[in-house]
């Protein structure tokens, strides 16, 4: 495994502790080894020293075991130090490869992980294949892979120039475009959850769901990543990619079979399904939100504005919310509300489904006015598990329903917590299961559908901006937004 910006943050928090993980479950084989690159002139003994804190760290292991990194894992780490647009540097890297599949045993079964800034994608893909590096599968089974980190792009045009640049080097089949959301377990426990039991999977439709409502939610707010925030935004950073490939496994058609090409096939559809949203009418579809000062994690907070390299009167969003619907026959007029922001009361993700009300209320005379329609939601994150809000008749000698709920968390019920999502998603980049990862026509399909409100927002300037305090739940336009259809948003407990 090749890492690009192997001396940057992503690899010290995610990629090498979770590969660390995984050898430690036996799930690596013995061959296998890890090739550094990056820009920082690190040897290879400083590179494994380096990772070793990295591990330490974020995996918080205990002092013996840290001690014995180095022969457990230390000594399958190397480096190549080199400028990414120097071809140099690639003729140093295939030496260093061609050594280690004859020295360990490899057999050029290469994976490629480009954990760089995005600038720099085009750039290694296109270097790649000037080096030889980029090479079809072969007879034998020896296979080449590239993984490529979010973003995709920065709009439809540069998401299309992107995907045509790697495809030039990398054949689709090859190309693992990652997004991490979809490697949580309850993400993957959605499609069991749906197609797996025969309870649900007949009212998953607009005969009984009334509405669904995805809400990715953070509670820090940019945390010094003010530049690259006031390039992106919230849309760009967390709805084009994450919110959207929730949304197509909520409304995805079963599959003909749990196999990568016909579970992509099947979300793509629904992207393509999804009602554009006329840029003349965007202020109809969708909400934008900015951070002011408030209380969060217990302190004060600033405002966006007031954040380290944020421009005094920027516009950017850190908070969106959105309505869409899905011309379909399964989803016509079941409208999909998505929202997330940054520095919010809690971090928290979770997929609402609100079923629709009883048609005919029976208990008239009972102490209670009005029945809660029925709620499914699904906890991404923190506390992965599911719930279901019912009504139950209260004990006691007068008729009074009241909603319960009944509640599935993994921790209780496999007494284990489950793996991260950079284990699983990296696990099937060995094995070659492209299931979980974003394929080259739904990434333009999302930019296609975020498009047109991205180019309305910047049109208006702070014109329909709203503000909200830290801490709160975001804007009460987001509010409004929602109430204007007879709907609220399904807040997350606080106390959960």
Known sequence: MVIFGASGDLTERKIVPALYYLAGLGMLPAEFSVVGCGRTPFSHEQFREKMRQAVTEFLRLPGEESAA???????????????????????????????LDRARGTEGNHLFYLATPPSFFPLVVSQLGRAGLARPNDPRGNWTRIVIEKPF?????????????????????????????LGKETVQNLL????????????????????????????????????????????????????????????????????????????AKVLRSIRPIPAGRVDEYAVRGQYREGRALGATVPAYRAEPKVAPA???????????????WRWADVPFYLRSGKRLAKRSSEIAIQFRRVPHLLFRDCATQRIEPNLLIVHIQPDEGMSLRFSAKVPGAIMQIEPVTMNFRYGEAFSSSPPTAYETLLLDC???????????????????????????????????????ESGSWGPAEADAFIAADGRSWVQPDITH
């Open 430 to 468: 060995m094995l070659g299961d492209a299931t979980l990862f974003n394929r080259e026509d739904a990434v333009e399909l999302s930019w296609e559908l975020v498009d047109p409100i991205l180019t309305r927002w910047r049109e208006d300037g702070e014109k329909g901006l709203a503000f909200y």
């Open 153 to 181: 792009g920065r709009d439809l045009a540069s998401a299309r120039e992107l995907n045509r640049v790697v495809t030039a080097a990398f054949s689709e089949d090859l190309v693992y475009r990652i997004d991490h959301y």
């Open 192 to 267: 069991v959850f749906r197609f797996a039991n025969g309870v649900f999977e007949p009212i998953w439709n607009r005969r009984y769901i009334d509405h669904v409502q995805i809400t990715v939610a953070e509670d820090l707010g940019v945390e010094g990543r003010g530049s690259y925030y006031e390039e992106a935004g919230l849309l760009r950073d967390m709805i084009q990619n994450h919110v959207l490939q929730l949304l197509s496994l909520v409304a995805m058609e079963p599959p003909a079979t749990f196999r990568a090409d016909a579970v992509r096939d099947e979300k």
């Open 314 to 328: 920027s516009v950017t969003e850190t908070f969106a919310a959105l309505k869409f619907h899905i011309d379909n």
């Open 69 to 99: 990194f180095e022969e457990r894992f230390g000594k399958k780490l190397y480096y190549v130090a080199g400028n990414f647009g120097e071809p140099t540097a690639y003729e140093q890297l295939k030496d260093l490869l061609g050594q």
